[in-house]
């Protein structure tokens, strides 16, 4: 290879940095990494900024940071509103243009709510700091306002809190909110007592964490009863009003909804000219290619792939990260010359998977091996903690992990005021 080549990757996240770390230092290989935000996120742990636990700063990072040391990597804020194909270039929506050899798209999802918008404005999702944000300032509003509310159920409409999906982070949300309302809260009020908070998680299937053993989601019910959490599988939220949310024949008074029950992928996977599915992924080809373009790549939750096990690669950190080590590698075969016919296919490598539910309560499954209880969740903050991208944020996260787990206090209890509504992905 004696020219030097360009290759473009739209987002930096868990997949645009594993390829953008890959590509670094080459020296015939420039890279523009290009986000609509300047920081990288590390999302498994934003239900704790949601709910108070930790900073905005304990979980983001600076991308110019990431790469201050990689000198052919150019980081460029910016949001890209379109992708021109035939002139092989990405258009960022203040007119800006970034042309390309190889571009990867690593845009992520965002919240789907199965075809009824308007429930966002009562019910946030949980995808960038500036929803958790808002997460944790309705919260804690609904405490300051509660103490202030004139009749029990103006008082009970701000002390229940629904979360909708019951998924890994529907459930940690649920076990999240209950740790708050019934430890952290308890001596703090002088009108209203946060322990008869209720808390509702409902979710559509027939059981939470459908994607792991029976027995597993089985514990984790369990454990969130204990919580003091009401879990109701088997019903389908039917309407979100400003106060109030139906599901099955219920309708519950509510001003505290947090969803976490549906996905699509970011709204730039429409400007590539092929078909998407009905969650707006792009079926890529077993190299991470889309159809009919050998120098467009697709990665991460934007995507839907069969890996060459036959195996649905899944839409979490770490199968976005191997995706973008295994596209730029690809790339960086490509460019120097060698056959399309002796490239392998992706194949996923699943080091197992957990999902916490509340102090000193997760399950997970490594391997044959399912874990429940202390075990699973020191497994779970261990490397939680080190896949943190920088080592303050890894000190910073244990030590406020350490001290509410002997205090019940959360160091982030602030009402800020935050934007209204998120640049959504
Ligand atoms: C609340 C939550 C909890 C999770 N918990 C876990 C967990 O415990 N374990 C686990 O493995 N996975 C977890 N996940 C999933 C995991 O975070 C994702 O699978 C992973 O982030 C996907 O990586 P990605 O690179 O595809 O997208 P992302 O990491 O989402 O990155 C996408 C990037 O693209 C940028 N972007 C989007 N559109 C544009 C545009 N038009 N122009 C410029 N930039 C753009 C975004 O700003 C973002 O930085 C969780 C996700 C969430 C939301």
Request: hydrophobic share 45%; charged share 25%; glycine share 8%.
């Amino acid at each position: 290879m004696s020219q030097i080549k360009k290759v473009v990757i739209i987002g930096g996240g868990f997949g645009g940095v594993a390829a953008a770390k890959q590509l670094s230092d080459l020296p015939n290989v420039k890279v523009v990494l290009l986000d609509k935000r300047n920081h990288h996120l590390f999302q498994p742990l934003l239900y704790q900024v949601a709910t108070a636990a930790l900073s905005p700063s304990d979980i983001a990072y600076p991308l110019r940071s990431i790469f201050s040391k990689s000198s052919n990597i150019r980081v460029v804020m910016g949001n890209v509103c379109d992708i021109d194909r035939s002139a092989k270039e990405v258009i960022l929506e203040d007119g800006g243009k970034f042309s390309y050899d190889y571009l990867i798209v690593a845009v992520g999802a965002r919240h789907s709510y199965f075809g009824h918008p308007e429930w966002e404005e009562h019910a946030f999702g949980l995808k960038t700091l500036n929803d958790a944000l808002r997460i944790r300032e309705k919260i804690l509003l609904s405490f300051e306002k509660a103490e202030r509310a004139e009749t029990p159920e103006e008082i009970a409409k701000y002390l229940t809190f629904v979360v909708v999906g019951g998924g890994p982070t529907g459930v940690e949300m649920a076990g999240a909110i209950a740790e708050i309302t019934k430890k952290t809260m308890v001596e703090d009020f002088r009108k209203i007592n946060p322990k008869v908070a209720k808390i509702i998680l409902i979710d559509s299937g027939s059981r939470l964490l459908s994607q792991y053993p029976e027995v597993l989601s089985e514990h984790a019910r369990r454990d969130l009863h204990q919580m003091g959490v009401r879990v109701t599988c088997g019903k389908t939220v039917t309407d979100i009003q400003a106060d109030r949310i139906y599901f099955g024949d219920e309708m519950i008074m509510t001003a505290n909804i947090v969803w976490a029950a549906g996905n699509e992928a970011a709204p730039l996977m429409t400007k590539l000219g092929v078909e998407l599915t009905r969650s707006k992924q792009i079926k890529v080809r077993p190299d991470f290619s889309i159809p009919d373009d050998d120098h467009v790549f697709c990665i991460g939750d934007c995507v839907s792939l069969m890996d060459a096990n036959g195996k649905t690669v899944p839409g979490i950190a770490p199968a976005a990260a191997q995706a973008g080590r295994y596209v730029a590698k690809l790339i960086l075969k490509r460019l120097h010359g060698q056959p399309k016919s002796g490239e392998r296919p992706f194949k996923y490598m699943d080091k197992g998977s957990m999902a916490t539910i509340g102090r000193a309560s997760a399950i997970a499954v490594i391997g044959p091996l399912k874990l429940t209880g202390l075990l699973a969740w020191l497994a779970w903050s261990l490397i939680h903690v080190w896949f943190l991208i920088d080592f303050r944020s890894r000190v910073a996260v244990m030590f406020s992990w350490m001290w509410s787990f002997f205090t019940h206090h959360r160091a982030a209890r602030l009402i800020i005021y935050v934007r209204k509504r998120t640049a959504n992905k």
